[in-house]
């Protein structure tokens, strides 16, 4: 895989060749109409849990990052 | 007389709506078309046959009621496994989303249900939709109908190759730098990318959010019309989606492109295009100019530059979009791992396979500090050069064409080895991905091996009608139709 992330690379390099780089602009002419700055309800807890590796208590249940070594006194 | 799976979706609508067919009737066509070709083509990753009868049956409850059941009653379709469907498994053909299952429906998902399309099924697709060939998917392999040994093109393979082979006359998918069209034009069909902003993205797992964008996959230029029809539109779900007014691409679709002037790019002159490719080019042209448009011979010097710029924005976009997905989050967990970090770098090297990872270094290279400005930095100024130089061509030319992809399909595997030939696929397509241009893939004729070949049009910011009328009079001089018992060549016994 590294000779090839190598070989992409070289081939994106030809970007260097664009001298007369420009600033970027403002994006795209056409302006995006925004969502309303609005409360909306939210996917509900239990869908989202029920895609989650592992849960308990209504809580994502991940591994436990801090022992009881590590918290010293 | 056609058999019913071999009937436009227009032409399904009609009859279901004036009762000479029922939605049921349509979909157990389908169904057994399906059950016949995709063993051998292995578009679809999921077939939802009883879901897909009741709502069948729901539709044609409807119609004898009296009800209008929609411009898509009883059309069967496939939809692209990263739209979600709620209650439905969502993998992105990926193996971290192993056991996922969408809790909400996509919008335009939703607009189709509303529009009494009947979705049969997941289709295939390069996982996380990066790729030119399926053959990324890491749960199967498709074909493409036309020759079973070659790829039906990518990312949205496994909807094109449905289409292509019969099993439903539309089917939908999301092309970020080309993953509609390029398929759409390996396996002979049409495919429309809509203008960025033209229709909601609420409910399509992201892949590089500047340019992914969902449309329609089409036997011909007319169900791609209507399908847009349907999808597109303004929802308050997708900040991006624009707020434009929709429709009228079928009310003038059949005026023709008398004294239309359409732009042929002096760079496909001049990019190496060679054989039957290159004649197949050139009497397009000559087809459009017959059909009274006026050939005007344009230059966009930038366009050299886009498949490298593209594979610097996605790539950036897409090291993002995926980091959310970290074994703790979503579908699939690396066992084993004991802490935190080792759950997030074993469930993401055990889930994504090597074009995703690829990617994902490759954005991640991009951003980073000491080369952001090199590289990310660089290619958004090329970028907005190359918008600049599109739009004043736009100026003076109502479309623009160019091939479609600079082969015909190619060999499964062949350019498995060598993912920078497998980017090059994207040289016509990369460009309206990046400036959100609407640009439509359709059939133009066939190279020396009878595989087809395709015409790309890109028109102006949210002008599809002109893309289409342009298309559809194209279609209408090559008198192209998508031929299903033919394409699957060497197997035409079992599934006629």
């Known amino acids: 895989m590294t000779d090839q992330l190598a070989r992409i690379v070289g081939y994106i390099d030809q970007l260097q060749a664009f001298s007369e780089i420009e600033q970027e602009g403002a994006g795209s002419s056409e302006a995006a109409a925004e969502a309303a700055d609005a409360v909306a309800p939210g996917l509900p807890r239990a869908s989202f849990l029920d895609n989650a590796p592992a849960a308990r208590d209504g809580f994502l249940l991940v591994p436990a990052v801090k022992t009881a070594e590590a918290e010293g006194p | ?496």
């Open chain 2, 1 to 496: 007389m056609s058999a019913l799976w071999e009937l436009s979706a227009a032409e399904i609508s009609r009859r279901v709506r004036a009762r000479e067919a029922s939605a049921a009737e349509v979909l157990a066509a389908a169904l057994a078309r399906t059950a016949a070709v995709d063993p051998l083509v292995g578009a679809y990753l999921e077939v939802w046959a009883d879901e897909a009868r009741g709502r069948a049956e729901e539709i044609d409850r409807r119609i004898a009621a009296g009800e209008d059941a929609g411009p898509l009653a009883g059309v069967p379709v496939a939809l692209k496994d990263n739209l979600s469907v709620a209650g439905h498994r969502l993998t992105c053909a990926s193996r971290i989303l192993e056991g996922y299952v969408a809790p909400y429906t996509a919008t335009a998902v939703e607009k189709l249900l509303a529009a009494g399309a009947v979705p049969i099924g997941r289709a295939n697709m390069d996982e996380f939709a990066m790729g030119s060939s399926c053959e990324n998917s890491s749960a199967q392999l498709t074909r493409n109908p036309w020759d079973l040994e070659r790829v039906p093109g990518g990312s949205s393979g496994g909807p094109a190759a449905a289409v292509a082979a019969g099993s439903v006359p539309l089917a939908f998918g999301s092309d970020t730098g080309g993953s509609i069209r390029q398929p759409a034009a390996l396996s002979g069909i049409v495919g429309l990318k809509p203008t960025y902003g033209r229709v909601s993205r609420f409910g399509l797992v992201a892949f590089a959010s500047s340019t992914d964008q969902i449309g329609p996959l089409a036997r011909d230029v007319r169900d791609a019309a209507l399908a847009l029809g349907v999808i597109a539109g303004h929802d308050p779900r997708d900040a991006t989606s624009a707020a434009r007014p929709v429709g009228g691409y079928l009310e003038r679709l059949e005026d023709g492109i008398r004294g239309l002037k359409i732009g042929s790019l002096r760079e496909v002159e001049t990019g190496g295009l060679a054989g039957a490719n290159a004649r197949c080019w050139r009497s397009s042209l000559e087809l459009l100019a017959r059909s009274g448009a006026e050939i005007v011979e344009v230059s966009v010097p930038s366009l050299a530059a886009a498949v490298a710029v593209y594979y610097v924005v996605a790539t950036s976009e897409a090291s993002a979009n995926l980091a959310r997905f970290d074994g703790v989050r979503y579908g699939r967990r690396a066992p084993g791992a004991e802490s935190l970090a080792e759950v997030y770098v074993a469930s993401r090297s055990e889930g994504f396979g090597p074009e995703v990872k690829r990617r994902i270094m490759l954005g991640t290279f991009a951003l980073s500090s000491g080369y952001r400005d090199a590289y990310y930095g660089r290619a958004r100024a090329v970028l907005t050069r190359m918008r600049r130089e599109l739009e004043g061509v736009l100026e003076s030319v109502d479309v623009l064409v160019t091939p479609t992809s600079p082969t015909a399909a190619f060999r499964i595997g062949e350019r498995a080895d060598d993912p920078l030939a497998m980017y090059l696929s994207d040289v016509y397509t990369t460009p309206a991905s990046l400036t959100g241009l609407p640009a439509l893939a359709l059939p133009s004729g066939f190279d020396d091996e009878g595989l087809p070949l395709s015409l790309q049009i890109a028109g102006r910011p949210f002008d599809e009608a002109t893309v289409l009328r342009a298309g559809r009079a194209f279609e209408r001089e090559v008198g192209w139709r998508v031929e299903p018992a033919f394409g699957l060549r060497g197997a035409r016994e079992a599934v006629t």
